[in-house]
Every structure is written in structure tokens, then in C-alpha cells.
């Protein structure tokens, strides 16, 4: 039988080879200079603008991409087409595709006053293409921040042991931003101290479980947890659907996300993320090592070996389960955030440009920060290889546990107890997705911002009555943000969600791909656009064909036509998939219009202005 750790050896390989090579390459061409201002020094605010010591940026940015799609594409699509063409996919893509995106994302917002890449591509197409990819995003962010929420709810129901966890390293990152930023504490002494806390708070986690309502996940049956709310839970919006336990963390997520994007970056995003970001590194480096121990030892609880329920090639149309599936363009759809995705050039060009010490750093942050989460994608697919997976096409409640199972057997190569491995791997998981949705709350600030005009360096409460004000403030506009994601949450809409979700991201890493293509061309006609230009063209082409699948065939044939969905609920969420599936391909279509039209013009007439430039 095939063993495991080729897995992993296939992406080393490449991964090696695209950082050592490919990123040094990319770093000279887009001319990074280390004696260069950055945003985070000119503008300097002590909120938003601050420069950060690089491992500190690199646990923030590391922390704020991967979250639960690189664990949840990866096992669907390993499971449904084989586990060879989902290890190709990011073997391959990962290095060529998706690293350059957050590279060239980031290394743009450097030269663009730390500026999101909707304000970048309305410098040269115009305000209409600079409005259009920032409402694009926002949107964006609001799928984002109610699908992440949605996952975390998920695993705080199935493993309660990870609420009491997550709670206690929150704590712990408030303390640690007033030890370094107030108190000057030393650095490395403090992170001795405080990250020790946080593995701790695993072993505490798994002491005192706690959960709102009774969980509903089987293997709680036999914790003994803290129920800190008495009845079912029924009159909870969305328990019918979800469970009350599960629904009942949701708003919370959100409540939280909403204060921790409010708060200056020093006090919890910041170091919250630079703490969490060891024991991201410890349960995807620990899996790594602990399947390399395993398969030349021979310590694991059972063999490293791939199981016979996945194969190595399902067929273009995958297995039975999943339905009508095609591997073109369906599995790059799947997979995601594991390859590329768009939410990352949001978070460089966001949150990470403005903090930024030293342009040289972009390669390790940008670049190096996208290969770390094909690792994470890779380790999701050898726990799907070591457990196997029953339903391929049960979707996020079905991978999400498979996760923290097979993580947990990898684990006992190390000489882990498999139910603390789980424990633990369950904890990464959350640990990815909690610092993804306050960054994406956070985020969708910035997406407003720059859409009705706010100064570089300057920030606003929105406590008054200013309409703009409350759209963009600090306090006010993430409410504009979780109240529709948590609406969309709670209609029992989750697979219809996730699938858009994923449409959206992919169409937003195609439209970044074309910011910087037309960046690259407005900045020197002799610049070659092979690097951009073509996985910009791939993920246009992918995206539109997923999406084209959703809105006429799953949606107008069977779900309609053929009555797939029963009750008028039902073909009224058809229908507004259909809409807004086809609102996305419009908005795409039309700013690769306006890209390759700039493109064309200043190709062909170097120097001469090619749009009337944003307003902003």
C-alpha cells in the first residue's frame, strides 16, 4: 500500500524549489529595496499603521490566511476525485500560482501607500473599476466572516475541550501586547513565557471542556463538560438546522470578531496572532514529523499507509456519492484556499502592508506565508489518506472532524495519546479560524474605507451621525458586516453558503491576479506579465465554469426544473443563487475588460495616461 509521507515529500519538493528559485526571482523583479519607506513608518499611527518585527508579522499573517478551507477542500476533494490529482493540484499550483498572488498583492500595496488592491487598480482603470473590486470584496468578506463562524461553531460543538482553549489564549494575547508594547518587556523571555501558556491551555482545555448547550457530536458522549446554558436550546435562531450548541456559538464568534477588529493592532491582532501562530506551526510541523517518524519507525498507533477507501484516482467524474462532479473545474474549485485564494490578497494588501518594517520581508511574509499553507493543505490530505472519509459529499460537517481524527492518529507516532492528538489538532483548526474572521471583519473596514474616502494614516469611530462615518467607523461598520452574515448563517443556507464562498474567493484571486498585471504594465512596458498574466487567465477561466455549473445546472435544471428544491424556501434560495452567481461573473468579465483594455493602451502607447485615475 501507498505510503503517506509521499504526500508530503512531493510538496517539499516543489515548495523547496519555488521559495529557493521562483520567490528570489520575483523579489528582483518587482525591485524590493530594504532602505525603502514603508507604509507602516510613513504612516505610522500606533492603530493601524504599525511596523512589526518580522516574526511577529509572519505569525499574524500566517494566522489570518489559513483557516478552515485549506483543511475542508483538500479532504472533500481527495475524497470525491482521488487523492493524486487533489496532491497535484497543490504540489503545483500552490508554488506558481498562489504564492505569486500574495506576493505580488503585497508587494503592490507597498508601492500603493499600503492601499487594498481595489484602490490599486482603480489608480489606473478608473473609479468605476476601483468601485466595482471593492464592493466585490466586501461582499466577499461578508461570506467570508459567516462561513468561518460557521466552522468554528462546528468544532466548539464537537470539541468543547477547544472552547476553554481558545478562550484562555485569547487572555493570555491581551497580556502579552501589554507586556511588549506598554511594559517593553524583552522579547524572546516573554515569548518563552507566554507561549508555554498557551500549550497549557490545551491541557486545561481538556480538563474543563465547556459548551453553551449539551453537545450534539458523538464523542462527547463521554466528557464531562461545563453546559453553561440549561434546556435544548430550541428557541436559538438556527438550532432546527445546526443544533443549539452550535448556533448558539455563532453570534458569539461574531460578536467577538467584531470587538477584535475594533481594537488598535497591538493589543490582540498582533500578538494574539504571533502566539497562536506556534501552535499552528507545532500541529502542522509536528504532523509533518510525526509522519515522518512514523513511516521509518513504525511508531504510529497503526500504519502511515493510505486507506483503501481513498483512491489514488476516482475519474474525471469522482465517486458516485458526490454526484455530478466533474475534475474540470470543480476540484481547483474545491481545493481553494489550499492553492490559491483570493482572501489572502485582501489580508496582504490589507492588514499585513501596513505593518511591514522592511519591503525585504515581503518575500518570507508574502510568499513564504502561502507555501505554509499548502503545508496545512497537505497535512488535511494525509489525515483524509490515514482515516479515510465515508462521505465525500457531506461537506464541511463531515471533513471537519476528520481533521482532528486522523491528526490525532498521525500524532501517536510522536508518542501522543490519540485523544489528546485530536484534542489538539481541533484546537489548530480553531486557531486558524478565529484569527481569520477578526481579520476579515477587520478588512471589510478597510474595503469601506477606501469606498467612501478615508485619508491613509486616519481612522474614524463612526460614533455620530455621519452616514459615511458610520459606513467606515471602527465601532459601527463591523455591525454592517455580521448582521447580514449571521443572517445568512442562521437560515439553514450553509451548503448554498460554502459553495458561494468559494466562487467568490476564487474570482477575487483572479481579479488580484489582474491588479497586478496592470500594475506591472502601467509601471514599465518592459516588464513581463507571464507571471501574473497567466494563472490570472486560468482562474478567470476555472471560476466562471464552476460558477456557470451552479447557477444553470444545479440550480435552473435541478433544482428547479426538476424540483430539486421542494418547498418555496428552497427554490427561492435557488434563485438567489442564480442571481448573485451571475452578478459575480459580471463583475469579473467586466474588470478583465477594463484590465486588458488598460493593458493594450499602454502597451501600445508607452507613457500616455491610460484612465482617468480614482478620486480617491
Given at each position: 500500500m501507498t505510503q503517506v509521507i509521499w504526500i508530503i515529500a512531493a510538496v517539499l519538493v516543489t515548495f523547496t524549489a519555488g521559495y529557493v528559485g521562483y520567490s528570489r526571482y520575483l523579489t528582483q523583479f518587482v525591485e524590493l529595496d530594504e532602505e525603502a519607506e514603508t507604509p507602516a513608518h510613513k504612516y505610522e499611527d500606533g492603530q493601524e499603521y504599525v511596523p512589526s518585527k518580522k516574526p511577529v508579522l509572519l505569525g499574524h499573517h500566517y494566522s489570518s490566511i489559513a483557516g478552515g478551507a485549506p483543511i475542508v477542500g483538500p479532504i472533500t476533494a481527495g475524497a470525491i476525485w482521488g487523492w493524486v490529482p487533489a496532491l497535484l493540484w497543490i504540489a503545483i499550483g500552490n508554488p506558481l500560482m498562489g504564492a505569486v498572488h500574495d506576493f505580488v498583492s503585497l508587494s503592490g500595496s507597498l508601492r500603493h501607500e499600503g492601499k487594498s488592491v481595489g484602490y490599486i487598480i482603480g489608480e489606473y482603470v478608473g473609479e468605476s473599476g476601483k468601485n466595482m473590486l471593492l464592493w466585490f470584496a466586501f461582499l466577499t468578506i461578508i461570506l467570508v466572516v459567516a462561513v468561518f463562524a460557521l466552522v468554528v461553531g462546528i468544532?466548539?460543538?464537537a470539541y468543547p475541550e477547544v472552547v476553554t482553549a481558545s478562550f484562555i489564549y485569547i487572555l493570555l494575547a491581551l497580556a502579552f501586547g501589554v507586556y511588549l508594547y506598554q511594559f517593553n518587556g524583552p522579547f524572546i523571555p516573554g515569548t518563552v513565557v507566554f507561549v508555554a501558556g498557551v500549550f497549557a491551555a490545551v491541557w486545561v482545555g481538556i480538563q474543563f471542556p465547556i459548551a453553551l448547550f449539551q453537545p450534539t457530536a458523538e464523542r462527547t458522549a463521554d466528557l464531562s463538560v461545563i453546559v453553561l446554558l440549561g434546556g435544548e436550546g430550541s428557541w436559538v435562531p438556527g438550532a432546527g438546522a445546526l443544533g443549539a450548541n452550535t448556533a448558539a456559538w455563532i453570534p458569539l464568534?461574531?460578536?467577538?470578531?467584531?470587538?477584535?477588529?475594533?481594537?488598535?493592532v497591538w493589543v490582540l491582532l498582533q500578538p494574539r496572532d504571533y502566539l497562536s501562530s506556534f501552535l499552528l506551526y507545532a500541529g502542522v510541523g509536528g504532523a509533518i514529523v510525526?509522519?515522518?517518524v512514523g513511516t521509518f519507525l513504525g511508531t504510529s498507533a497503526e500504519p502511515l499507509v493510505i486507506d483503501s477507501s481513498i483512491g489514488a484516482f476516482e475519474g474525471f467524474w469522482g465517486v458516485d456519492a458526490a454526484g455530478y462532479a466533474p475534475l474540470f473545474p470543480l476540484l481547483f474549485i474545491t481545493i481553494a484556499c489550499g492553492t490559491i485564494s483570493g482572501f489572502h490578497s485582501l489580508v496582504s494588501s490589507g492588514t499585513t502592508a501596513k505593518q511591514l518594517d522592511n519591503?525585504?520581508?515581503?518575500r518570507l511574509i508574502?510568499?513564504?506565508?502561502?507555501l505554509g499553507e499548502g503545508l496545512l493543505a497537505?497535512?488535511?490530505?494525509?489525515?483524509?489518506?490515514v482515516w479515510g472519509f465515508a462521505d465525500p459529499a457531506g461537506g464541511i460537517g463531515a471533513a471537519l472532524p476528520n481533521f482532528a481524527s486522523g491528526g490525532g492518529l498521525i500524532l501517536t507516532s510522536l508518542g501522543v495519546p490519540e485523544t489528546v492528538g485530536a484534542v489538539f489538532m481541533a484546537l489548530v483548526l480553531c486557531s486558524f479560524l478565529l484569527t481569520s474572521t477578526d481579520t476579515a471583519v477587520r478588512l471589510g473596514r478597510y474595503m469601506m474605507e477606501e469606498i467612501v474616502g478615508t485619508p491613509a494614516g486616519r481612522t474614524d469611530t463612526g460614533l455620530n451621525a455621519d452616514p459615511a462615518s458610520i459606513a467606515r467607523g471602527r465601532y459601527t461598520n463591523p455591525l454592517v458586516q455580521i448582521i447580514p452574515a449571521y443572517l445568512l448563517v442562521v437560515s439553514g443556507q450553509w451548503v448554498v453558503l460554502w459553495q458561494l464562498f468559494g466562487g467568490a474567493n476564487q474570482l477575487l484571486a483572479a481579479l488580484a491576479l489582474l491588479t497586478a498585471t496592470v500594475w506591472l504594465a502601467n509601471w514599465d512596458d518592459n516588464k513581463q506579465l507571464v507571471s501574473t498574466g497567466v494563472p490570472m487567465a486560468i482562474m478567470v477561466t476555472i471560476t466562471v465554469l464552476g460558477l456557470l455549473i451552479l447557477v444553470f445546472y444545479e440550480n435552473l435544471y435541478l433544482n428547479l426544473l426538476q424540483g430539486g428544491a421542494g418547498s418555496i424556501e428552497g427554490q427561492l434560495s435557488a434563485g438567489v443563487q442564480m442571481i448573485l452567481g451571475l452578478v459575480l461573473i459580471g463583475l469579473a468579465l467586466a474588470l478583465v475588460r477594463l484590465g486588458y483594455r488598460n493593458i493594450s493602451r499602454v502597451r501600445r502607447e508607452p507613457g500616455a495616461p491610460a484612465a482617468e485615475p480614482s478620486d480617491d
Open positions: 468544532v466548539f460543538n464568534v461574531m460578536v467577538y470578531a467584531a470587538i477584535a477588529s475594533a481594537l488598535p510525526a509522519i515522518v519591503e525585504t520581508d515581503a508574502g510568499y513564504g506565508g502561502m497537505a497535512v488535511a490530505l494525509s489525515t483524509l489518506a
